[in-house]
């Protein structure tokens, strides 16, 4: 929905009927009617009561059900079927729902699921560049046909800080957000089309990113650098300044994505 159509997924329901699921804009899952309004008959009038009819010497009154038009509007639903919700908030759900665990392959311990951060302790990584290091969360390119790890493929969005080693075909991290499951043969297909905006797949887990690295660059920005043995020269303090702004800048950025709708 955001990375190929380019459309908002606030804005879809999804409709269960008769064991099938169907995408409906928000816009089409009701219409708008006018009708006759039954407590003036159409006419926009209503006899008044004898004391008001005393008072101001009129027979009638203005109906207040549809302010004297005669008519009154109503929403009526077009769509059949079970409204499950938006896209968005099923997508939040799917942590929640048993049919979406999974586990590794090797183990058989981690759990796995679409929408949820995967972590492991960072000191329980192999910080080195082998291939069939154990330790690590696995992942690999998007020639998705090299590993044959388990019977569920998934793409999966790491924060390259969070990169422990890259071999020469796979890599190692502590952390990735599983955020689809994916057939093995359509892999290398959906990640080479230039249409699919990788960046739009999750901003809510971008954004979270970038206010942790906010963090970080203001309390400890020093012990960071040499926790992963950067070589960097002194950095000023209004430089670090520089460094929060640009990341707030980021972060409003992708939140305006977030909420824009069609």
């Not at 899952?29 to 009129?58: A, L, P």
């Not at 291939?131 to 924060?159: E, K, M, P, R």
Request: charged share 30%.
């Amino acid at each position: 929905m955001k990375a190929v159509w380019k459309k908002s997924p606030y804005s879809y329901h999804v409709f269960l009927e008769n064991g099938e699921y169907k995408l409906v804009h928000i816009d089409d899952i009701r219409e708008e009617v006018s009708e006759e309004c039954s407590n003036c008959d159409g006419s926009g009038y209503v006899y008044g009561d004898e004391e008001y009819n005393d008072c101001y010497n009129d027979d009638n009154e203005e109906c207040e059900e549809c302010d004297g038009s005669g008519e009154i509007t109503r929403y009526i639903n077009k769509q059949k079927g079970e409204d499950l919700g938006t896209l968005t908030d099923l997508y939040l759900d799917l942590p929640n729902r048993a049919e979406n665990r999974f586990t590794d392959d090797w183990t058989k311990t981690f759990d796995i699921r679409i929408g949820k951060p995967v972590t492991m302790p960072m000191d329980k990584c192999n910080w080195s560049t082998q291939d069939c290091a154990a330790a690590g969360l696995h992942f690999t390119s998007d020639q998705i046909h090299y590993v044959g790890c388990g019977d569920q493929s998934i793409l999966v969005l790491i924060n390259p800080m969070k990169v422990v080693g890259i071999g020469e075909h796979k890599g190692r991290c502590y952390e990735y957000l599983p955020i689809m499951t994916v057939p093995r043969e359509e892999a290398t297909s959906i990640l080479h089309d230039l249409d699919f905006d990788t960046l739009a797949l999750d901003e809510h887990y971008v954004v979270s990113e970038l206010e942790n690295l906010n963090e970080t660059v203001q309390s400890n920005f020093a012990a960071e650098t040499q926790k992963y043995n950067f070589n960097l020269p002194h950095i000023s303090s209004a430089e670090i300044n520089r460094i929060i702004m640009s990341l707030d800048d980021m972060k409003d950025a992708l939140s305006g994505r977030i909420s824009e709708l069609d």
